[in-house]
Nanobody, 118 residues
């Protein structure tokens, strides 16, 4: 089992910044991918950004140039620096991790609310 603990959500005005953190603990011997997803009311959950063990990143088009994903491998922690926030970024943000080899397991965090006011 892997536990994911998220922090850093909150309320911010448009144009502001927030930094989300996600710390993984438990039965981790190989992290393949860690990332952030978000789900706004009435919408499907979508990928925001992810980071592979090899350092490759992937971002949603809507956040490119504004959000940056990074990691501290020693702490099994990833971060999402969110700048120039917009009201449409308002959502619950979920941490996600894929671990294991050859069989891969997926885990989700409990979610953290990000609200951007106009």
């Amino acid at each position: 089992q892997v536990q994911l603990v998220e922090s850093g959500g909150g309320l911010v005005q448009a144009g502001g910044s927030l930094r989300l953190s996600c710390a993984a603990s438990g039965s981790i011997f190989r992290i393949n991918v860690m990332g952030w997803y978000r789900q706004a009311p009435g919408k499907q959950r979508e990928l925001v950004a992810d980071l592979t063990s090899g350092g490759d990143t992937d971002y949603a088009d809507s956040v490119k140039g504004r959000f940056t994903i990074s990691r501290d491998s020693a702490k099994n922690t990833i971060y999402l620096q969110m700048n120039s926030l917009k009201p449409e970024d308002t959502a619950i943000y979920y941490c996600n991790v894929h671990v294991g080899w050859p069989r891969e397991y997926e885990y989700w965090g409990q979610g953290t609310q990000v609200t951007v006011s106009s």
